[in-house]
């Protein structure tokens, strides 16, 4: 009976003591768990702060460079003509539009009144604004209207 009891009390031992170690462990990773992943969230945000930083310093030297060019007169005079249309004395100033782009109207240029409808004059109107507000509404009412080509015919 010794021997049975032996064999027994070994298993119960080797039981026992894998479950207190598999408590141990399972508290052991319910502790650490949260402790690391906090740890690992924080990195990676760093690591992303980081980034945002080096794209800031990045775009800081870009507008510093912009912020710089200003300073040369031959920049400025540069950019005076490019966006400003701005011709130093004693130049002429051409303005090309390409004729691919522009079509020019195939219209007699004896005949004032054109397919475009009529039109109000522009610039220098002695006419309070609401006038011409009155004006533009009364010409758009009386515009042509083209009648479509392709529209079918209604059926009753």
Do not use: K
């Not at 039981?15 to 207190?20: D, E, M, T």
């Amino acid at each position: 009976m010794a021997a049975e009891s032996r064999p027994v009390r070994l298993a119960r031992v080797l039981s026992v003591r894998a479950i207190v170690l598999g408590v141990v462990l399972l508290a052991g990773f319910t502790l650490l768990f949260p402790t690391v992943r906090a740890y690992l969230g924080q990195r990676a945000e760093l690591d992303a702060l980081a980034t945002q930083v080096a794209q800031a310093e990045a775009d800081e030297q870009s507008l510093q460079r912009d912020l710089d060019r200003w300073e040369d007169p031959a920049y400025v005079a540069a950019q005076a003509r490019e966006r400003l249309s701005y011709v130093l004395p004693g130049e002429t100033a051409y303005r090309v539009i390409d004729p691919e782009v522009v079509v020019e109207p195939e219209e007699d240029p004896a005949d004032p009144t054109s397919e475009a409808g009529p039109t109000l004059p522009v610039g220098g109107a002695v006419n309070p604004w609401y006038t011409t507000v009155w004006e533009s509404l009364e010409v758009a009412g009386t515009a042509p209207v083209p009648a479509p080509e392709d529209a079918p015919e209604a059926t009753p």
